[in-house]
């Protein structure tokens, strides 16, 4: 299938790359189907993109970049997902602002079933600032975690 990401230009999405949302995010009940693409250039961030909205996208990134660690509370075992528990993250509006993420409300990937859902966390379950501490605090990438992540080049400028 290809989809037309606003941001990022044509993509080819195969089947076992789509990610169905297991519980609707929050303010999107609608919206289901989503892929996570990954620009090199942009390091451990990835866009979390609408398969059903095209201008639809979010920047994730690896909650341990932000330095993020959470602990096991009800159906979630950090180690049994095969992937890292990753924050949305809110783009500075002007220079010199520093990135924030939703620390209390990763999305939780379950690669074996290609599911996602947003987990709200208490603040007691989270370990960390949430502040910038780079790509070099997360873990290894599990290759079956990678081969769901579509890797894009970004659309030249007048493409």
Do not use: K
């Amino acid at each position: 299938m290809t989809v037309h990401a606003t941001r990022l230009g044509l993509v080819e999405v195969l089947p076992q790359q789509r990610w169905t949302c297991s519980q609707p995010l929050a303010g999107l009940e609608d919206l289901r189907e989503f892929v996570l693409l990954h620009v090199a250039s942009q390091g451990p961030f990835l866009w979390l993109q609408s398969l059903e909205v095209a201008e639809l996208a979010f920047v994730v990134c690896d909650a341990a970049c932000f330095g993020l660690r959470y602990l096991a509370a009800g159906d979630f075992d950090p180690g049994a997902l095969l992937a890292p528990p990753c924050v949305m993250v809110i783009l500075p509006r002007a220079p010199g602002e520093v990135l924030r993420v939703h620390s209390q409300a990763p999305l939780l990937f379950d690669v074996g079933q290609a599911r996602l859902r947003q987990q709200v966390f208490e603040a007691e379950q989270v370990q960390g600032d949430g502040n910038w501490v780079g790509p070099s605090a997360c873990a290894a990438v599990n290759p079956a975690w990678a081969e769901r992540i579509i890797s894009v080049q970004p659309l030249r400028a007048g493409a």
